[in-house]
């Protein structure tokens, strides 16, 4: 089948450019606007010194209706943030004043540049950032909801920071669905301590110089959390622990009775995928949290008794919601073989003689143990307890945690469940890792269809992820339509263009437009190779996935996920949007794949309705 694009306008953007009957001298003498001028050896510097005029200018306009201080105390967070107007109004220059324009009055090597907007638009800054002050808060109660501590932290900080650039940061609040508000600038910082103080760490035992721990969020096994340790020299980079499990890499001979822990909620070191968060902590002082420090005592071993089976180690009951429980097949009774195989294996990794169960693997399972084991310094983490299930003519094998630790990048390790899969003969055909237990239920929870669809669906995001991670272009080609739509966008600069008009010459616009291209199969595996080339690992999360059946018969699904992206140079989050054949579960095909960095303003996420 060939998907045809029906919204081939989305592919194209197209940059209206107005034109103006005054000239520069009638815009500075307009009561209108607001302006200001730069002079540089380039425009660029121009037009920077220009920016900052008009900053200065928007700042002296709206300082006589703010509600800031000099200090600012919060009493929550227990700090004193100090902080200028100027500065803050300063947040605002690259990122969000795309409603100014621009005039380049003489050209370079004497350059000189003019700026302005309109009075009427100043207001409208401060809206929009109201606006992506909401959608934080919302998407860090959902994640909070789920499990995923991580994203919840994040996003609260990054909107209570974009919070403290308002206006009237004292006045605004938060509306949620229930229509209750909330004063965000008192409310985060307090809900952010009350998360942190519903964190718990038990350490389950201490293997040479690693620490094995169980985070839980109250009471239940997070969905995911990131943090930072000290281990009495330095502080580490950031770890990742997935469904509760995480991993203290110790110093060799380290032997303190206690040990630092510090959850991560400023990211920082993500900014970058969100230009006005970043314009903001960069300008703005940190918040300090004082519960995000936790205190480890090594040699206090806890006894956590283990989840129950098919349910979710994630509970939605932090929002009073009953568990997630969804039905798993029944567990083979005769796994014995399975078992040794995995035991046999788990042995290899912790002495490493990688090459012990050689035997045991199909030839392309063999390749990606291979790339398993060279993917990070791969560990066992906790004690393994085994599901099998029979699916098709496979069993698969559910339970092995692992931690994989890198040399380089913001993320230093991660956790993860090692999925296996064994064919008729006993030989393990295939290994991924596991999407996590929210994202399970998720799919597994879909009772409306049938049990071989929602596992097919699942076993082909595990393949998915795994084969991102691992490099695998031979599996990612083989999953793709010949004739597959894929689509990317990025947020592009739009470079200055000039107007030629009688009445004011030198006229030019530029702002940040989503731009979204099209490519074949082939372009886009090319540029994946490339970018393969230049990592040393790569990583995705799915932080959350909406799945939905197309169509009267027939397997064809579209599915919606909110992707983070971790690489050794790179990291970013965005919407990915698959739509699946799985009418043959063993070999899935993608018709439609499209990666976006936000929301568009004009249709959000791509989806089944853009594609027929």
């Avoid at 306008?9 to 009638?26: G, V």
């Avoid at 990048?409 to 008729?424: A, Y």
């Avoid at 936000?598 to 791509?606: A, L, Q, R, T």
Wanted: charged letters at 25%.
């Amino acid at each position: 089948m060939r998907t045809r694009f029906n919204i081939i306008t989305l592919l194209l953007t197209i940059i209206a450019i107005p034109t103006f009957a005054q000239s520069w001298e009638e815009i500075k003498g307009s009561n209108a606007y607001l302006w200001g001028e730069g002079w540089g050896v380039s425009v660029a510097e121009a037009d920077n010194q220009a920016l900052n005029d008009l900053i200065s200018k928007i700042s002296i306009q709206v300082s006589g209706n703010v509600s800031h201080n000099e200090t600012e105390s919060f009493t929550d967070a227990g700090v004193e943030i100090n902080s200028t107007f100027s500065s803050i109004v300063n947040t605002y220059s690259s990122a969000t004043l795309t409603n100014t324009e621009k005039v380049i009055l003489e050209n370079e090597p004497d350059a000189h540049v003019g700026r302005w907007i309109k009075r009427s638009d100043i207001d409208k800054i401060f809206e929009s950032r109201k606006h992506k002050i909401s959608d934080y808060i919302s998407s860090a109660l959902k994640a909070e909801n789920q499990g995923k501590i991580d994203v919840a932290l994040k996003d609260l900080y990054w909107a209570l920071a974009l919070t403290k650039t308002l206006q009237d940061p004292n006045e605004y609040k938060y509306v949620n669905e229930d229509d209750e508000s909330f004063l965000a600038v008192t409310w985060i910082p307090h809900h952010i301590n009350e998360i942190f103080d519903n964190l718990k760490i038990d350490v389950l035992k201490r293997t040479g110089d690693d620490l094995e721990l169980r985070i839980t969020y109250q009471d239940k096994p997070v969905n995911s959390i990131d943090y930072t340790y000290f281990d009495g020299r330095d502080w580490s980079n950031i770890y990742s622990a997935k469904d509760g499990v995480g991993l203290l890499e110790l110093a060799p001979g380290c032997q303190n009775s206690y040990y630092q822990l510090k959850f991560e909620y400023e990211y920082r070191g993500e900014a970058h995928i969100d230009r006005e968060v970043e314009s903001v902590l960069n300008s703005l002082s940190g918040i300090p949290m004082r519960n995000a420090y936790k205190s480890i005592k090594s040699d206090a071993v806890a006894h956590v008794e283990k989840p129950k089976k098919n349910e979710s180690s994630v509970s939605n009951s932090f929002a009073s919601i009953s568990p997630a429980i969804y039905e798993m097949p029944a567990e083979l009774n005769d796994n014995v073989k399975y078992q040794q195989v995995l035991n046999n294996l788990a042995s290899a990794i912790v002495n490493k003689r990688y090459d012990d169960l050689n035997g045991m693997f199909t030839i392309d399972a063999k390749d990606i143990y291979d790339r398993l084991i060279k993917y990070g310094r791969a560990k066992i983490v906790g004690s393994p307890t085994y599901s099998f299930y029979q699916y098709g003519d496979n069993v698969i094998a559910r339970g092995l945690q692992m931690s994989f630790s890198f040399k380089s990048g913001m993320r230093k390790s991660f956790v993860e469940e090692v999925i296996f899969s064994f064919n008729g003969d006993g030989k393990i055909n295939n290994i991924s890792f596991g999407l996590g237990k929210t994202a399970e239920a998720d799919i597994l929870g879909k009772g409306v269809w049938n049990e071989n669809a929602r596992f097919a669906i699942m076993n082909f995001l595990e393949n998915y992820q795994t084969a991102y991670a691992l490099k695998r272009l031979d599996y990612i080609s083989s999953i793709f339509d010949d004739d597959a739509v894929i689509i990317t966008g990025t947020v592009t600069h739009v470079p200055a263009r000039k107007i030629e008009a009688d009445d004011m010459q030198g006229i030019v616009f530029d702002h940040d437009i989503i731009k979204y291209n099209r490519h074949t199969k082939d372009t886009y595996l090319k540029h994946l190779k490339n970018s393969f080339a230049s990592k040393e690992f790569i990583n995705l999360r799915f932080a959350s996935n909406d799945v939905r059946k197309l169509g009267k018969g027939g397997e064809l699904y579209a599915i919606q996920i909110s992707q983070e992206y971790y690489s050794s140079n790179y990291g970013d989050k965005g919407y990915l949007f698959l739509m699946v054949d799985i009418n043959d579960p063993e070999k899935p095909i993608i018709k439609v794949r499209t990666w976006q960095p936000e929301k568009d303003p004009n249709f959000g996420i791509y989806g089944p309705e853009h594609f027929k």
